[in-house]
């Protein structure tokens, strides 16, 4: 039941975007047309406004935006909703190294009594929450402008937007590795990966991985989660090796691994980083 909803949420939000493209589409093939007649036109036409076709394509632009800011909230209510699925099963064709179940808990808002646990002084968490809130808010704000503000205004709300999302503030670069670690485990969050399963003829297997492994560093970089491993394994050349830290049977031991795909499934699991 709980497959069949989120696969109906998909298709609807799939259906809405396919349905807005296409008028976008037109738009752009009518403004098309009145761009030719325009440049063809006689000398009684050519007292038109010069600056329609501008804001025509402007409000086109807008339009665009507006139809990501929609998508993105549908994105994050999706992705919210499968965060309550907690036995959801994950398959991605396109990576190995995904998780095979879903054991991943839903992601609270950080708050001062978690991040103190983590061992971040009271004074530089409450720093923190107050940028992330105002982020937040200006955001917010942000978006409401762009809905109520002419064609110019929008243009220089959208920019500030986006430069606001691309520095969003990382809770894991605030308070740095160690302590975020620490910050996971205490708000009750995953923040390890391990080995499911290994892939016959994979690098893996021919690196001597064995199931039940908990990938602790991926050269150097410490691992807290999938994506970290996706990431981690996109970068470098490829033919080059690198080291891999791992926890197995409780004893810590490293592996030489070729750059590139490793050939893994992996489950997310949550350790106690002081023990």
Request: hydrophobic share 30%; proline share 3%; glycine share 6%.
């Amino acid at each position: 039941m709980k497959a069949h909803l989120i696969t109906i949420i998909i298709a609807l939000l799939t259906g809405y975007i396919a349905g807005y493209m296409g008028g976008y589409m037109g738009s752009v093939s009518s403004l098309d047309k009145s761009s030719k007649s325009y440049t063809s036109s006689n000398s009684s036409k050519s007292r038109q406004n010069p600056f329609q076709l501008s804001t025509e394509t402007e409000d086109l632009e807008y339009q665009v935006e507006a139809l990501q800011y929609k998508t993105e909230k549908l994105q994050k209510q999706l992705s919210s909703l499968i965060d309550k699925q907690q036995n959801l099963q994950i398959n991605d064709q396109q990576s190995s190294e995904t998780p095979t179940k879903s054991r991943v808990k839903s992601h609270s808002s950080p708050n001062k009594k978690n991040l103190i646990a983590s061992g971040i002084t009271p004074d530089v968490a409450e720093d923190i929450l107050r940028r992330m809130s105002q982020q937040d808010f200006r955001r917010l704000e942000l978006q409401n402008l762009i809905q109520r503000s002419d064609s110019n205004a929008r243009r220089e709300y959208s920019k500030e937007l986006r430069e606001l999302n691309s520095n969003k503030i990382s809770l894991r670069s605030e308070m740095g590795e160690d302590a975020y670690d620490q910050y996971l485990f205490v708000s009750g969050q995953n923040n390890r990966v391990k080995v499911s399963s290994v892939m016959a003829g994979s690098p893996a297997e021919a690196s001597g991985f064995q199931s039940d492994d908990v990938i602790l560093y991926y050269d150097n970089q410490k691992i807290l989660s999938w994506p970290d491993i996706r990431a981690a394994t996109i970068e470098g050349e490829i033919g080059s090796y690198t080291n891999v830290e791992i926890l197995r049977d409780g004893q810590q031991m490293s592996l030489m691994v070729p750059r590139g795909t490793l050939g893994v499934q992996l489950d997310a699991l949550q350790i106690n980083p002081e023990q």
